[in-house]
T-cell receptor, first 114, second 111 residues
Framework: GAGVSQSPSNKVTEKGKDVELRCDPI?????LYWYRQRLGQGLEFLIY????????KSGLPSDRFSAERTGESVSTLTIQRTQQEDSAVYLC????????????FGPGTRLLVL | SQQGEEDPQALSIQEGENATMNCSYK?????LQWYRQNSGRGLVHLIL?????REKHSGRLRVTLDTSKKSSSLLITASRAADTASYFC???????????FGKGTHLIIQP
């Protein structure tokens, strides 16, 4: 594929609702990463996939957050019962393989929880 | 957890001048990377320097790494308006799969 794509670009939701964020990695990239970026801050690592398994879930901030990946393709990040502090840009990145240094980022999904 | 800290937080210079940003960290690293972010969206990888390297160049970019001081610098020469962005250093430590990012330096190039 041309690059990492994410959808939606922007999402506004009400507190308490569930949201699903989607990431399409670059074709052939086996490693996929989710990050969160709050306004004016750096990126927080959330979760990493190698294929469709997630060996590192240490960054997920709470049990309201979950993610899955289908094979070595699309990944969805789900936030249940959203809270206002979940408002942030959620960025997805992929790399050719685990440990491959360069990560290629998507444009992000800007989430606003009212 | 391991996190780089960029300095300064913000930098404003005239077009054509050189811009220097620094990154400091606390523990050992495998490599250090610099990324650019425009308008709070996706990040673009700029350059990677490994722990056994001291300096790397890519076009107008020059990165140095001093592992004894646990610091790196990014130099952008002959700056252009299009260089206006936030610049982040990202660290990969031993065994870690996700990158750890600092809060970034916001660079403004004034025409």
């Amino acid at each position: 594929g041309a690059g990492v794509s994410q959808s939606p670009s922007n999402k506004v939701t009400e507190k308490g609702k569930d949201v699903e964020l989607r990431c399409d990695p670059i074709s052939g990239h086996t490693a996929l990463y989710w990050y969160r970026q709050r306004l004016g801050q750096g990126l927080e690592f959330l979760i990493y996939f190698q294929g469709n398994s997630a060996p590192d879930k240490s960054g997920l901030p709470s049990d309201r957050f979950s993610a899955e990946r289908t094979g070595e393709s699309v990944s969805t990040l789900t936030i249940q019962r959203t809270q206002q502090e979940d408002s942030a840009v959620y960025l997805c990145a992929s790399s050719r393989q685990r440990g491959q240094e360069t990560q290629y980022f998507g444009p992000g999904t800007r989430l606003l929880v009212l | 957890s391991q996190q780089g800290e960029e300095d300064p937080q913000a930098l404003s210079i005239q077009e054509g001048e050189n811009a220097t940003m620094n990154c400091s960290y606390k523990t050992s690293i495998n490599n250090l990377q610099w990324y650019r972010q425009n308008s709070g969206r996706g990040l673009v990888h700029l350059i990677l320097i490994r722990s056994n390297e001291r300096e790397k160049h890519s076009g107008r970019l020059r990165v140095t790494l001093d592992t004894s001081k646990k610091s790196s610098s990014l130099l952008i020469t002959a700056s252009r308006a299009a260089d206006t962005a936030s610049y982040f250093c990202a660290l990969r430590g031993g065994g870690a799969d996700g990158l750890t990012f600092g809060k970034g330096t916001h660079l403004i190039i004034q025409p």
